[in-house]
């Protein structure tokens, strides 16, 4: 049971990274180093709660963000584009991917388990988290007026931290979560398609 719990713990938050790496990052290592429901000490992993990485992640945090507002889409005057496209997308996505695969790893070797099939379960939830979130926030913000673009970003935060730590309340959480990113990934591409289509006709 106790294994089970860490998977979908597990599932939760690699997914939660992969829609934002850097602040959801945070909030599982502030549990883990509050021992809510969470702890990696005594363990190969437990610099995901120490302060140094914390403080890493704090400064990757804030760097996004300035980055977000420093680059636009070149759609009107909206910032945060490069959360989807672009560069410095990539670079967000790796940073999940790696934050990801280290969190699952973790989940497991906290509980005695094999590690390295954390490393790629982790990878994957965080990337189906991306290419699920990412559509979709550019899709909300193409209506959104410039003000309200700006907040994308904080919203996108709020959700993966509140994903991050029903997870690990709530450890069925996890996979409901990514069940739901899957459904959104799912349902977004079929919309691409119908446009495309569309848009064939259209010609």
């Known amino acids: 049971m106790h294994l089970a719990f860490d998977i979908c713990q597990g599932v939760g938050l690699a997914a939660a990274v992969g829609i934002r790496p850097f602040l959801p990052a945070l909030a599982a290592g502030a549990l883990a180093a509050g021992d809510v429901e969470l702890d990696f000490k005594h363990t190969q992993y437990a610099f995901l709660q120490g302060a140094p990485l914390l403080l890493a992640l704090v400064v990757g945090a804030v760097i996004l963000t300035f980055l977000e507002r420093k680059f636009h889409t070149g759609e009107g005057d909206k910032p945060g584009g490069g959360l989807e496209r672009g560069p410095l997308a990539v670079a967000v996505i790796l940073a999940g991917v790696v934050v990801g ?50 907040a994308l970003p904080l919203y996108a935060e709020g959700m993966a931290i509140l994903l991050v730590v029903l997870s690990v309340l709530l450890p069925p959480v996890g996979p409901i979560g990514l069940a739901l990113l899957i459904w959104l990934l799912i349902a977004g591409r079929g919309r691409g398609e119908q446009k495309y289509a569309g848009l064939r006709i259209l010609r």
Do not use: K
């Not at 899709?139 to 700006?150: E, I, Q």
């Open 101 to 150: 695969a280290l969190l699952f790893a973790g989940e497991l070797c906290r509980g005695g388990a094999t590690v390295w099939p954390g490393f790629i379960a982790g990878a994957v939830c965080a990337l189906i988290a991306a290419a699920a979130s990412r559509p979709l926030f550019a899709r909300v913000r193409a209506r959104l007026d410039a003000s309200a673009a700006a």
